[in-house]
């Protein structure tokens, strides 16, 4: 389960790129010029999306597409000055409570594509730089 990997392993990516559990490294983008307001709002978003494409049918995505999910909100929570048990109490618990709505899949799933988008306009990227064996 990506989504308990990326709670567990928050703030450790602060590169301009992310390993992933299978070893896909991809661009992360850059979210230095986000707002206090903006970081949260995004880091929310992020860890709703990650919950949902990992636990829902139908919504799933790339090995790249979860790495830059799950960096980009690292580096938020960075940025926000969290630990990795703050980072999962405050934003994971909230997105985990969220499958027990049974809307929660259609509701939050198609927000997966957009949120990727805006990541790549922002600098991020999907497509692995390396792979490791």
Not at 1 to 12: C, P, R
Request: overall charge negative; aromatic content about 4%; glycine content about 10%.
């Amino acid at each position: 389960m990506h989504a308990l990997t990326a709670a567990a392993g928050a703030l450790v990516m602060m590169t301009s790129a992310a390993l992933a559990d299978g070893g896909v490294t991809v661009e992360l983008p850059d979210v230095s010029g986000l707002s206090t307001e903006e970081a949260k709002s995004l880091i929310t978003e992020l860890a709703n999306v990650n919950v949902i494409t990992s636990n829902c049918s139908g919504y799933e995505i790339s090995n790249g597409e979860w790495t830059l999910i799950t960096g980009t909100g690292d580096r938020l929570a960075a940025k926000l000055g969290l630990d990795a048990r703050s980072y999962d109490r405050d934003y994971y618990g909230p997105a985990f409570k969220l499958l027990d709505d049974p809307d929660a899949c259609d509701r939050i799933g198609p927000q997966a594509r957009p949120l990727i988008q805006r990541l790549v306009e922002m600098g991020g990227g999907t497509t692995p730089i390396t792979q490791s064996q």
